[in-house]
């Protein structure tokens, strides 16, 4: 278990930008893969981006593709989900997760934060 803490979101509007951060305690962050899902009311966890310990693969959900972008510094114990292009339907709460391996399903991830809300008007 890594103990995780999401920050950043907030209330924008449509085609502004915001960077989730989620700080992670301990000493084997950089050991893990990181990702960020997000769901919004009523709707299942949605596959966001994963990145690998060292940051060398990617993946991306097909809906953010292209506008979302996700980093990590293990210095800082720290994966970062920069959002340009915003639209309403990327409101959700978002969630930091992570895991021994790189995925896209939330089963294979066994730390979560508390999540953060991000909410975008139109």
């Known amino acids: 278990q890594v103990p995780l803490v999401e920050s950043g979101g907030g209330l924008v509007q449509a085609g502004d930008t915001l960077r989730l951060s989620c700080a992670a305690s301990?000493?084997?962050?950089?050991?893990?893969?990181m990702a960020w899902f997000r769901q919004a009311p009523g709707k299942e966890r949605e596959f966001v981006a994963s990145?690998?310990?060292?940051?060398?693969?990617?993946y991306y959900g097909e809906s953010v593709k292209g506008r979302f972008f996700i980093s990590r510094d293990n210095a800082k114990n720290t994966v970062y989900l920069q959002m340009n292009s915003l639209k309403p339907e990327d409101t959700a709460v978002y969630y930091c997760g992570a895991a021994r391996y790189l995925s896209r399903w939330s089963r294979d991830f066994g730390s979560w934060g508390q999540g953060t809300q991000v909410t975008v008007s139109s």
């Open positions: 990145i690998t310990w060292s940051g060398d693969i990617i």
């Open positions: 301990g000493h084997t962050f950089s050991t893990y893969s």
